[in-house]
């Protein structure tokens, strides 16, 4: 493909066209997010193709053979494949690695056929195809490269013929679909499509592989566009997910994901799927797609909240937590919390803390399921692309985190703050609670109300600080099983602990570490005991207000919290399914009570 008489294309030749392309597609993401207005105006078409394409130009090497390139370059962008747009591409790539023959290279009319076979894969991974985007360009684009596949002789004459259809068939878009004529863009999917073709052409014009290899060595940075849509969002959350070892075929998938939500794209094959949809729903779907193969990767994205991030923040500090803060949803939403979700693990499957698995949910899994669940702080890389976008929009940040002594989360989060905080030249203040669960989020919730109530940013720390010494919670284990299982009680001393039924009251001390504050022989006993702490600490303090918590035992936690009010003489703020990466070491059936008193 060097010269005008090259019949072929080899995988070193396929490599670098792709990261020619693929370059383009990252230089232009800005350029693609600002016209994105179908299927959903939320700009971001640009951004989710680069980020395909950046996972193709990290996780692959240039390889000789034609059939191992491909493959290696679909295999990757199925994996790293993000949004509608993205999953649409990785799934052309991925019909474009299944319908090539396993050779080292590929002559005009064996590439212009692999192209055309791919297209059936493309239609068939949408829920609802509609003409006049993405789909449409590409196959007008294989009709010409088939009308054309007998002339070997001019592979690379060909290639760049193409362009000049793919612009004609883009520009086509706009008059096709009735909400890009209103708006008088492009598609912009099939604008991100043909960019990376004339990447292609411009390679095939003036081959530099050295300089192409340098340029692909070059990091460039995924950009997030900061205009969000005011239009009525239906579907809250955006998400996508792999399952490996599907045990029912795609389309039933679909059909099973078009009765939750809508924007629908699957991809890959039954051993790998990757699945786009918009739903309001995400954790009752995961709750079902477990069973239907081994989830491994979940990504969802809250457009509600993004849209008020850019266009309906009622304040000017923005506020950060983790999904170990037990919070009432209503309350998250009024004071517009944002919430970073640990992850969680039963064997092979993954979920996200509180999005795409619920405590009811979880409960009744670490109840039925034979592993035990693993959890894993969020990374450094979350929170930086958090902080960013926060900062972009807000003139300051909070950030409230379970205590640093029982994940890595509190320290990611502050790594990530310093370094965005200096790219932006703004204030982001990362705390260490020394608390979790309904502790945390009494702190939370106060220090959100002071935001509220318009405390400057440094007297909002102060309280903040001052109030962490205030705050409480005391945990009336029901069962040692799980703390067995989990390894907080080694198996001998819990052995031991159960056949004299002993209910063990776990607390935090002052540094945020695990406390034992008594043991009882029934969880009666255990909350009697907590009960008269409760009444002892009292005493001249005032209580601010405090959270009923429970694993599954709504009535005996309303029972509690009747208890409470007779003590403080204050209804609960809540009764909260406490945790699941909290309630998972201290199982079914738990209670606590977190309370926050008056400085």
């Known amino acids: ?148 596949k007998e002339a070997i002789h001019n592979f690379k004459n060909i290639i760049l013929d193409s362009l000049t259809v793919l612009e004609t068939s883009l520009a086509k878009t706009t008059k096709t679909l009735k909400v890009l004529n209103k708006s008088g863009f492009v598609d912009a999917g099939a604008k991100g499509f043909v960019i990376f073709i004339k990447g292609i052409t411009d390679f095939i014009r003036n081959t530099d592989i050295r300089k192409l290899v340098t340029n692909s060595e070059e990091s460039i940075s995924l950009i997030h566009s900061e205009e969000v849509t005011s239009e009525p969002i239906n579907y809250r959350y955006c998400t996508e997910a792999i399952i490996k070892n599907m045990q029912i075929d795609k389309k039933e998938l679909q059909q099973h994901l078009s009765s939750r939500g809508d924007s629908i794209v699957v991809a890959g094959s039954n051993d790998v799927c990757r699945m786009h949809v918009h739903t309001n729903t995400p954790a009752e779907l995961f709750h079902q797609l477990k069973d239907y193969g081994t989830i491994t990767y979940q990504k969802v994205d809250d457009m509600v909240r993004q849209q008020e991030i850019a266009l309906k923040r009622k304040w000017n500090i923005a506020l950060v937590t983790d999904s170990t803060c037990d919070l009432p949803q209503d309350l998250i939403d009024h004071y517009q919390i944002h919430m970073a979700p640990l992850n969680l693990n039963f064997g092979d499957n993954h979920y996200l803390d509180k999005v795409t698995i619920h405590p009811d949910q979880f409960y009744n899994l670490l109840e039925t399921r034979p592993e035990f669940p693993q959890t894993s702080q969020i990374n450094e890389h979350a929170f930086t692309n958090l902080y960013s976008h926060l900062a972009s929009h ?116 002052s540094n945020g570490k695990s406390l034992l504050f008594g043991k009882t022989f029934s969880q009666q006993a255990s909350l009697n005991k907590i009960y008269k702490h409760i009444q002892k600490i009292n005493k001249g303090k005032k209580v601010w207000n405090y959270i009923i918590l429970h694993a599954n035992s709504p009535i005996e936690a309303q029972k509690t919290a009747d208890k409470m009010n007779d003590i403080t003489g204050l209804k609960a703020l809540s009764i909260v399914n406490i945790s699941p990466v909290i309630g998972m070491h201290a199982g079914g059936g738990a209670l606590a009570i977190s309370i926050l008193f008056n400085q």
């Open 1 to 148: 493909m060097n010269n005008n008489t090259t019949p072929h294309i080899n995988g070193k030749l396929l490599y670098y066209a792709f990261i020619a392309g693929g370059n383009q597609v990252l230089k232009h993401q800005t350029e693609i997010n600002r016209i994105n207005v179908f299927p959903v105006n939320d700009k971001d078409t640009g951004t989710n193709l680069a980020s395909t394409i950046r996972s193709v130009i990290d996780n692959t090497k240039p390889h000789k053979s034609y059939k191992t390139t491909v493959n290696n370059i679909a295999e990757a962008a199925l994996v790293g494949a993000r949004g509608n747009s993205g999953v649409i591409f990785a799934q052309f790539l991925y019909g474009l690695s299944r319908e090539t023959q396993n050779k080292t290279f590929l002559t005009l009319p064996e590439f212009a056929e692999s192209v055309n076979r791919s297209i059936p894969y493309i239609y068939e991974a949408i829920a609802n195809p509609v003409e006049g985007t993405m789909l449409t360009v590409i196959k007008e684009w294989s009709d010409f490269l088939n009308s054309k």
């Open 394 to 509: 807000y003139d300051a940040i909070i950030a409230v985190h379970l205590t640093g002594h029982f994940s890595g989360t509190y320290t990611n989060s502050k790594k990530a703050a310093l370094r965005v905080s200096k790219e932006f030249n703004k204030p982001i203040q990362v705390i260490d609670s020394k608390n979790l669960s309904g502790a945390l989020g009494l702190l939370v919730l106060k220090t959100a109300q002071n935001i509220a109530s318009g405390h400057h940013f440094e007297s909002i720390i102060t309280n903040l600080q001052e109030d962490i010494s205030q705050a409480k919670i005391f945990v009336s284990v029901r069962d040692l099983k799980f703390m067995i299982k989990g390894g907080r009680v080694s198996k001998p001393k819990g052995l031991i602990a159960s056949a004299f039924g002993l209910n063990p009251v776990i607390s935090m001390d």
